[in-house]
């Protein structure tokens, strides 16, 4: 395990990350997790998870009711913890590594602004058009980060958008990628574990919803339509050196009746999909 706090996070130039946090008194971190279970030096699968501890939207405010339930907006990044810590107490035969990204999106004198412009890790720079589209902006840093570790697949975790209640409900999570094979894979361990997932399109014609004027993309664009597709769009400019999978877990990843928790998901999904041996 290895902690990348703000000062090393400057360092490397994690602006995107470190952006969405920079209002908070709290601290913004990186966190890499390794397993290295397999004898050989096969390359590991790779797993990222969106850890925004409280998010108030920022200055793109969210509304009052449900606010107290953006506790669960680190779902993502606690569902790669499950998953590394399932890993290690099987003794699982695989090499994984689980990055995840830390911090809170609060409103402050030093908060992130719409219309601000951060330069990423990559090096793109992208216009901040709406403060509570910040779980994206910390993936980008963190999918660009994964890539050092030459893995065969990557998947991404996160509450990312409400658009996906609207589509699939609260029984599945959304599934886009790069890679139809990772696809049908997910799904088809969905379908086995009990903890579904159903794929939603990522064509080239979701691609121009980042272009902005001052910026090489925007966090933001297309309106009303598609939100969950155009969110993976946006995530897409950063995974061009792998096979990616995003999982959208906003609908699947808590529930509020009869009491408000966590529902663990998707660490059955992904483990049925390592331990079954779907991707190896």
Known sequence: INIYDEKKLKKIGMNALLGVGQGSIRGSYLVTMEWNGAKNNSKPLAFVGKGVTFDTGGYSLKPARFMEDMTYDMAGSAAV????????????????????????NMVSGNAQRPGDIVKSYSGKTIEILNTDAEGRLILADCLTFVGKYKPSYVIDMATLTGAVVIALGRHASGVMTNDQHLADKIIEAGEESGDRAWQLPLWDEHQSCTKTKYADLANIGGGREAGTIHAAAFLSKFTNDYKWAHIDIAATAS???????????????ISELLLSKKLR
């Open 81 to 104: 913890v499950g998953l590394m810590k399932s890993l290690a107490l099987r003794k699982a035969k695989i090499n994984a590594v689980g990055v995840v990204g830390l911090v809170e």
């Open 255 to 269: 529930y509020s009746s009869p009491v408000k928790a966590g529902t663990g998901r998707p660490v059955p999904l």
